[in-house]
């Protein structure tokens, strides 16, 4: 049986390849019937990217020869150039598309980020706040431990100060003074 294919040639990297009428039973690339034209999918510039010689495979479609699906597509876009602008506008758009998601994605990880560093932020703000208010406490507790000590002090002093003042009260009542004496 006859089947109208693609036999790859070219370069490694750099495909090319020639639409061919061969015996399906051949390898790919092994020797064929007719060469039908070719197709270099990596033409850049003002490279011809697909030549087909159409007579010739109407020719060999009316011997009963069986056409790829590739091939098939590549006639399609031979015949209708504008099939190849619109799958290149659809690659595009889809290409956009998928560039746009991974923006979002990659905004909504930034925003999450963001907000987990102001919780932690604020998380680290409220514990150095409970530590000065911890620390304020105690400033507060020791100054009135001291305060409760200088009155105590202060107190006890009071007392000592008005039991001196007592005996010096008594034993001038009880000594009479030089002036009492030689009074006397």
Same mark, same amino acid.
Do not use: C, H
């Given at each position: ?24 039973? /051949? ?14 999918? *990596?033409?850049?510039?003002? !490279? ?12 060999? *479609? ?8 590739? *091939?098939?597509?590549?006639?399609? =876009? ?33 925003? !999450? ?11 680290? =703000?409220?514990? *150095? ?22 009155? !105590?002090?202060? !107190? ?17 009542? /009880? ?10």
């Amino acid at each position: 049986m006859v089947k109208v294919r693609l036999a790859r040639g070219g370069a490694k990297k750099k495909p090319f390849y020639s639409i061919v009428a061969t015996d399906s039973r /051949k390898r790919r690339d092994s020797g064929y019937i007719e060469r039908i034209g070719y197709f270099n999918p *990596v033409a850049r510039g003002q !490279e011809v990217r697909l030549s087909l010689e159409e007579d010739r495979l109407d020719y060999w *479609v009316s011997q009963g020869a069986q056409i790829s699906d590739r *091939v098939k597509q590549l006639v399609k =876009e031979y015949k209708d150039p504008s099939i190849r602008d619109k799958r290149i506008a659809a690659q595009e758009a889809k290409a956009k598309a998928v560039e746009a998601k991974i923006a979002a994605e990659a905004k909504a990880k930034a925003d !999450e980020e963001s907000k987990a560093a102001a919780a932690a932020k604020a998380a680290e =703000e409220a514990e *150095v706040k409970a530590a000065e208010e911890a620390k304020a406490a105690e400033e507060a507790e020791s100054n009135a431990e001291e305060t409760e000590a200088v009155a !105590e002090e202060t !107190e006890a002093k009071a007392e000592e100060t008005e039991a001196k003042a007592e005996e010096a009260e008594e034993s001038t009542e /009880k000594e009479p003074t030089k002036e009492e004496k030689a009074a006397e």
